[in-house]
C-alpha cells in the first residue's frame, strides 16, 4: 500500500524563478493538502484540494497556487521566488469530510532559494 | 497570533522514564487534536489523537490527555525509548464547518531519550 509521495526530494532555484512540486496521495484517499514548514516552525497550512478544486486556503499570497488531477494527485507552484520560500513543503492526503481520520505526510520538497 | 503553542522546544529524558509533552491552544471551537512524530529528512508520522468529547486516549505506550477548560492536550510516553527521539508537534482541527480538514500544528518538541 503506497503512502504519499512526492517529487522532488530536493529543488534549488534563484529568486524570481517559478517551481512545481508534485503530490501523489495515499491509495484511495481523495483530498490533498499542502504545507509550508519553515526551519524550525511547525508546518503551516497553505491550501487544501478536493474534486480538482481548492476548498479551503490559509493566509499565503497568490504567488502560491495549486491544482489536483482526476486521479487525485496534485501539483503546488510558486512564482516569482523570494529567499523566505525556502522551506520543507509538505504534502497531506485524506479522505475528504471524514471525522476523525489523520492526514497522512508525504516525506516533503526541500526548497531551497538562491 | 499563534494558535496552537508547545512552550518547551526540548525536552531530555532518560530510557525507560516518562516522557511529558505539552500544548496549549486558544481556541475552543477546535474539536479533534493530534500528536504527529517527525524524524530527519521524513515527513510528519501521525502518532496518537483525540477527539474534544473525550479526555483521555491510550494507545500501548502513548497516552493523550485533553483539558478542555484549560485548553491544554498533553502527550505522555511510558516507558520512553531512544527510538522515539524525534520532534513531536501538536495538531488542532475543525471537524467541521469551513475550516475542515485545516490542521494547525505547534512549533514542536525535540524529543531526546538518552540510553
Known amino acids: 500500500d503506497a503512502g504519499v509521495t512526492q517529487s522532488p526530494t530536493h529543488l534549488i532555484k534563484t529568486r524570481g524563478q517559478q517551481v512545481t512540486l508534485r503530490c501523489s496521495p495515499k491509495s484511495g484517499h481523495d483530498t490533498v493538502s499542502w504545507y509550508q514548514q519553515a526551519l524550525g516552525q511547525g508546518p503551516q497550512f497553505i491550501f487544501q484540494?478536493?474534486?480538482?478544486?481548492?476548498?479551503q486556503r490559509g493566509n499565503f499570497p497568490d504567488r502560491f497556487s495549486g491544482h489536483q488531477f482526476p486521479n487525485y494527485s496534485s501539483e503546488l507552484n510558486v512564482n516569482a521566488l523570494l529567499l523566505g520560500d525556502s522551506a520543507l513543503y509538505l504534502c497531506?492526503?485524506?479522505?475528504?469530510?471524514?471525522?476523525?481520520?489523520?492526514?497522512?505526510f508525504g516525506d516533503g520538497t526541500r526548497l531551497s532559494i538562491l | 497570533d499563534q494558535q496552537v503553542k508547545q512552550n518547551s522546544p526540548s525536552l531530555s529524558v532518560q530510557e525507560g522514564r516518562i516522557s511529558i509533552l505539552n500544548c496549549d491552544y486558544t481556541?475552543?471551537?477546535?474539536?479533534?487534536f493530534l500528536w504527529y512524530k517527525k524524524y530527519p529528512a521524513e515527513g510528519p508520522t501521525f502518532l496518537i489523537s483525540i477527539s474534544s468529547i473525550k479526555d483521555k486516549n491510550e494507545d500501548g505506550r502513548f497516552t493523550v490527555f485533553l483539558n478542555k477548560s484549560a485548553k491544554h492536550l498533553s502527550l505522555h510516553i511510558v516507558p520512553s525509548q531512544p527510538g522515539d527521539s524525534a520532534v513531536y508537534f501538536c495538531a488542532v482541527q475543525n471537524a467541521g464547518g469551513t475550516s475542515y480538514g485545516k490542521l494547525t500544528f505547534g512549533q514542536g518538541t525535540i524529543l531526546t531519550v538518552h540510553p
Open positions: 481556541n475552543s471551537m477546535f474539536d479533534y
Open positions: 497531506a492526503s485524506s479522505f475528504w469530510q471524514t471525522s476523525n481520520q489523520p492526514q497522512h
Open positions: 484540494y478536493y474534486e480538482e478544486e481548492e476548498r
